[in-house]
């Protein structure tokens, strides 16, 4: 398994801000993934993030709006650029690791856009 | 596309009760199936997994068996407790796309004393 942190773990952020969010892994990972998960709802993928490429987004999610940075193999940040209510979501990290096709999620990080 | 439904909740239960949740799937290739539990408050905990046609999951009395036949991959527990009330999300992945994690919609229970 793996050990996963997100900072921060909750904020409250003024529409047209920016805020960004931390995933910090205990040990070395290729692959980390960003989740979204509006109130009520299951969780959508934003972005798979490998370590020295550009993140690949999924349909929907575009990198001005959540530019990705992944700049080691025990680390990420994920920015919600320009928010709006709508915004307002867990967002969670999540990597791959150990035997093949487990993902262990971080904590999560509660956003709420007023 | 890769697709999975999941029973609508929510589920209340009396402690001890048979607790079934329902999970079918669609998926071009063989994927690998799971089901991941959210307590309140908490984070994603993958509960338990499957990789191929006929395997069972099984982990702290849930158990999931992967059905190719029906597509199919229901989570059950014999007697459920309190301590199991969160949401459950099924899940899956088919290797050789993305790796990507497909969830169900979740599914909330509650079990009451």
């Known amino acids: 398994s793996a050990v996963i942190s997100q900072k921060p773990s909750r904020d409250i952020c003024q529409r047209g801000t920016s805020l960004t969010i931390q995933c910090q892994v205990d040990?070395?990972?290729?692959?980390m993934f960003w989740y979204r998960q509006q109130p009520g709802q299951s969780l959508t993928l934003i972005a798979t993030?490998?370590?020295?490429?550009?993140?690949?987004?999924e349909s929907g999610f575009v990198i001005d709006k959540f530019p990705i940075s992944r700049p080691n193999l025990t680390f990420s940040t994920l920015t919600v650029s320009n928010m709006s209510p709508e915004d307002s979501s867990i967002y969670l990290c999540?990597?791959?690791?150990?035997?093949?096709?487990?993902?262990?999620f971080g904590p999560g990080t509660r956003l709420t856009v007023t | 596309g890769d697709s999975v439904t999941q029973m609508e909740g929510p589920v209340t239960l009396s402690e001890e009760a048979f607790l079934t949740i329902n999970c079918t799937y669609t998926?071009?290739?063989?994927?690998?199936l799971f089901w991941y539990v959210q307590y309140p408050g908490e984070g994603l905990q993958l509960l338990l997994k499957?990789?191929?046609?006929?395997d069972k999951g099984s982990n702290k009395g849930f158990e999931a068996t992967y059905r190719k036949e029906t597509t199919s991959f229901h989570l059950e527990k014999g007697s459920v407790q309190v301590s199991d009330s969160a949401v459950y999300f099924c899940?899956?992945?088919?290797?050789?796309?993305?790796?990507?994690?497909?969830f169900g919609k979740g599914t909330k229970l509650t079990v009451n004393p």
């Open positions: 999540s990597v791959e690791i150990g035997a093949p096709l487990e993902q262990y």
């Open positions: 040990s070395q990972v290729t692959m």
């Open positions: 993030a490998n370590q020295g490429s550009e993140a690949t987004y």
């Open positions: 998926a071009t290739g063989y994927p690998s």
């Open positions: 499957a990789t191929k046609a006929d």
């Open positions: 899940a899956l992945s088919v290797r050789g796309g993305s790796e990507k994690l497909v």
